[in-house]
């Protein structure tokens, strides 16, 4: 097993009295698909916003190449190389597709600039469209965000998210809210960019995940209780009952 | 998401003429405003009110950097329109400084109050914003009425009537309106050129993202709080500017003009103009002075009339009468 | 010994203070809790409690009258607003429904300009509570004894309503969480239209029992609009708890500072807004997720 991109240590978070995550131990490998799944409540979400600094953890330690980070400042989590892409869809809806990006990459080169001109940083607007040809939004660059498609939406903010060259892509649940041809776009997406990256997805769609992950984590009422890969979590008898037992689409 | 969206998509596939037009808008936009500025005293029926026009008109453009842009509504900027006001006069009347001394220490003076008052209000969020920044200012307010022996107190300040300018060897007649009016407009030019300059920087981008949405931009790796810091302080600045330049121009500072009531009316122009333009503050403070000028014609009671328009603005027309007509333009 | 019952005076006076201040900054408080709207004219519709007060009074003769209708009808007043004005703005940004108020603040003490002049106008103590009583320690106007009485008693009744019928529940619901009440199936719009109202209410009522203490003019609301955020900025907005202790802070610390240092009495609230700020930015009942 090579060196861990990232690591936790017993991480656990509390709201008040109610435990959202109970101390979870696990490290993540570079370049590998990871699908975190779980019931409602499961304490997913908490997970990611943790690992991508939203949320302060209440135990545990959170390690980035070796690096303990658990106490960071969530904006310095982007410089780190962890970028990720929210649940519900979260972008600069006023701004064009272009800006959308383009601002995203100026935040490693430009953020306190009042002087120079912005359109004289040229080699953002490249990278940009480079993110935006990735996702496949090229053509929309132009538009203005908030009137593209749910769809395109979810690919714009993934492309905010690559623009940054992140090595960890957190992704929470993008394919929400998407009909069956979105989807299948997205998984295209997705599994194009695997091949370079360590991508953490949190879904719900049991479906894709199996296709596309390297190994999946189950929570289930802030526990982790599997881990594994997508064969052995399959027939994994306990993963079985809380998933049969809550409802049968997910499986 | 059916008729909007569509009209909205042939917008955006139309061929790029219509954007030239607007990208030509925006790289002419400080020349344009200086022109407008330079003949606002031929069309309008007073050199006095075109003077108001100039020096209102330059404050809401400061508070647009901060509403418009930055998306943070504050009800405080009268703390830094007086400050700017009151420091010139005090400087003058108090200590015999040269008219640009005075000014700069203005401006300066103004942008560190606004400093200090960032670093309390920004630490909180969303509409507790808008209630700090107000009580903050009120502070201000009521530590100028205590401190009378250096502003004034309730009088207001006096005492410190600018004659002549001198600069370089130069000499100009200030007491000549038509003159004032164009020294005073040399200023609001530069800071028009320099607010457009943040606009147009790096930084000017950020602070939009953090209006679009603010998660997100932390999430990109801004530093959200600090951002908003520098905005809310370029912002005191240029309203600080617009205070002494008011103060050389009426040579008093009536206390007033610190008061909460203050910062309302500037919220007023920047809204009725259309927050987040360039031109908006500027029609803005026209609109308003103006119907202030002509509803006191025939009654004194101006602001309830000033108040209704601005009520119903709030309710149908949000995005201000250049807002408007700018999206008008842009669904044609 | 005569400074032991000048403190004690001036923390009185604090009281009484306090006492007013609680009610605007409960209404406050109230309606940001449950509907998200900080009210701007809630200063305004303080002074206009002041002025409907007096003139009640002034109609009837009777102070008593005028300290009963007066709440009720800018209470009422209140839901108007909310109904015409405010309902429009739900969906749009937070900042609209703070604009309108601030412009329809701004209409209304020029609206009572209109009617009542710009000038100051004494509001006479009722008889019956005019006057001095001693209460062991010292000599205090029957007048505040009242006001803190009065109020008292209505923070026991808003508990009672709160905590006892059904209403109280849903707004407690409501203020911890506002997504519940969709899911508890409630006529929200209804809620919104009685909670502005109450709060609008609880504002006009300090209107009119400040109205004896202070000078009824115009302007008045403008220092209780600014008074009214410092309590809640301290208290943590949205906290009931909160806005009385605030209240009651605030109220004591510009008496005994108008006792100590006079020209710094109005200052000293806005530095303990300051230190609050400063230490724990959500308020001391506030909760840290909504400062």
């Not at chain 2, 009120?138 to 009378?148: F, G, K």
């Not at chain 2, 407009?185 to 606009?199: D, N, P, T, Y």
Request: with cysteine; proline share 4%; glycine share 10%.
């Amino acid at each position: 097993m090579s060196a861990p991109l990232l690591a936790v240590e017993n991480i656990g978070r509390r709201f008040g009295g109610f435990v959202a995550l109970e101390s979870v131990t696990t490290a993540f490998e570079p370049n590998k698909v990871t699908a975190i799944i779980g019931p409602n409540g499961a304490g997913k979400s908490t997970f990611f916003n943790l690992l991508s600094g939203v949320l302060a953890p209440s135990t545990g330690v959170i390690r980035f190449k070796g690096r303990d980070i658990t106490r960071m400042a969530q904006h310095r989590f982007a410089h780190l190389g962890i970028a990720r892409s929210y649940q519900i869809t979260n972008i600069f809806p006023d701004l064009s597709v272009h800006e959308n990006v383009r601002v995203a990459a100026q935040a490693f080169h430009a953020r306190y600039d009042i002087w120079r001109a912005r359109a004289a940083l040229t080699e953002l607007d490249e990278r940009a469209d480079a993110a935006l040809a990735v996702v496949g939004l090229a053509s929309r660059r132009a538009d203005t965000a908030k009137f593209l498609a749910h769809g395109q939406q979810r690919a714009l903010e993934i492309a905010i998210a690559l623009v940054a060259e992140p090595e960890l892509l957190l992704l929470d649940e993008p394919t929400a809210g998407m009909g069956p041809e979105e989807t299948k776009g997205m998984v295209a997406l997705l599994e194009k960019l695997a091949r370079e990256r360590t991508i953490l997805l949190v879904e719900h769609k049991m479906k894709m995940i199996l296709g596309l992950s390297d190994r999946i984590l189950v929570l289930h009422h802030g526990r982790l209780i599997a881990d594994g890969s997508p064969q052995h979590i399959q027939a994994d008898p306990e993963v079985r009952r809380v998933y049969l037992g809550q409802n049968d689409g997910y499986a | 998401m059916t008729a909007s969206t569509s009209s909205v998509a042939a917008v955006a596939t139309r061929p790029t003429n219509r954007r030239g037009w607007r990208a030509r808008l925006i790289l002419w936009r400080v020349p344009l405003s200086i022109l407008a500025l330079c003949l606002l005293p031929w069309v309008l029926p007073s050199m006095a009110l075109a003077t108001n026009v100039l020096i209102y008109g330059l404050l809401a453009v400061g508070y647009n950097l901060l509403f418009g842009y930055t998306g943070l509504l504050s009800f405080g900027h009268a703390a830094f329109f007086g400050a700017g006001a009151y420091v010139t006069g005090i400087a003058i009347a108090q200590f015999g400084a040269s008219w640009y001394a005075a000014l700069a220490l203005g401006v300066v003076a103004g942008g560190l109050l606004a400093f200090v008052i960032g670093i309390l209000s920004i630490r909180t969020r969303g509409i507790y914003f808008s209630m700090v920044t107000l009580a903050l200012s009120q502070l201000v307010y009521y530590t100028a009425l205590q401190a009378a022996s250096w502003t004034g107190g309730e009088n207001g300040l006096r005492g410190f009537t600018v004659g002549q300018l001198d600069l370089f060897g130069w000499t100009v007649d200030f007491l000549d309106p038509v003159t004032k009016y164009y020294v005073l407009m040399v200023f609001a030019a530069a800071a028009l050129w320099f607010v457009s300059r943040i606009l147009n920087s790096p930084f000017g981008a950020v602070i939009e993202a953090i209006r679009e949405n603010e998660t997100r931009a932390r999430a990109c790796g801004y530093h959200v709080e600090r951002s908003k810091l520098i905005a809310f302080t370029l912002s005191g600045l240029i309203c600080a500017l617009a205070g002494t330049l008011l103060a050389l121009h009426l040579a008093i500072v009536p206390l007033d003009i610190l008061h909460y009531q203050t910062s309302g009316m500037i919220v007023m122009m920047t809204l009725l103009g259309g927050a987040g333009s360039f031109f908006g503050p500027f029609v803005g403070a026209l609109a308003f002075l103006l119907m202030e000028d002509v509803v006191s014609l025939w009654t004194s009671h101006w602001q309830i009339v000033v108040g209704t328009v601005f009520i119903l603005f709030v309710l149908f027309l949000p995005k201000g009468i250049w807002g408007t007509a700018l999206a008008w333009e842009a669904r044609r | 010994m005569m400074d032991a019952e000048l403190i004690a005076m001036q923390l009185f006076s604090g009281i009484a203070l306090g006492a007013i201040l609680i009610m605007v900054a409960l209404g406050l408080s109230i309606i940001f809790g449950m509907l998200g709207v900080v009210n701007f004219a809630h200063g305004a519709l303080f002074m206009v409690g002041a002025y409907a007060g007096l003139w009640v009074a002034s109609l009837t003769g009777s102070f008593w009258w005028g300290l009963l209708v007066a709440p009720l009808a800018v209470g009422i007043f209140g839901m108007a607003i909310e109904y015409l004005l405010i309902r429009p703005l739900y969906g749009r940004s937070v900042d609209d429904p703070l604009l309108l108020t601030f412009g329809l603040g701004y209409v209304l003490v020029e609206a009572v300009r209109i009617v009542f002049g710009s000038d100051g106008i004494p509001f006479q103590t009722p008889p019956q509570l005019a006057g001095v009583a001693d209460l062991g320690i010292g000599f205090f106007p029957i007048y505040r004894l009242f006001v803190i009485a009065v109020v008292a008693l209505l923070l026991l009744l808003l508990w009672l309503v709160l905590e006892k019928t059904k209403f109280g529940l849903i707004v407690r619901a409501g203020a911890q969480d506002p997504q519940i009440m969709r899911v508890l199936g409630v006529d929200i719009s209804r809620v919104w239209l009685l909670v502005f109202g109450l709060g609008v209410g609880l504002t006009a009522l300090g209107g009119v029992l400040a109205a004896p203490m202070r000078n009824v003019n115009p302007e008045m609301g403008s220092l209780v609009l600014a008074e009214a955020f410092v309590v809640t900025v301290i208290g943590g907005m949205g906290s009931l708890v909160g806005a009385i202790v605030a209240g009651l802070l605030v109220g004591v610390a510009i008496s005994m500072t108008a006792l100590f240092a006079p020209e710094m009495a109005t200052i000293v609230m806005f530095a303990l807004m300051a230190l609050v700020l400063l230490v724990r930015p959500q308020g001391l009942f506030g909760k840290p997720g909504r400062a």
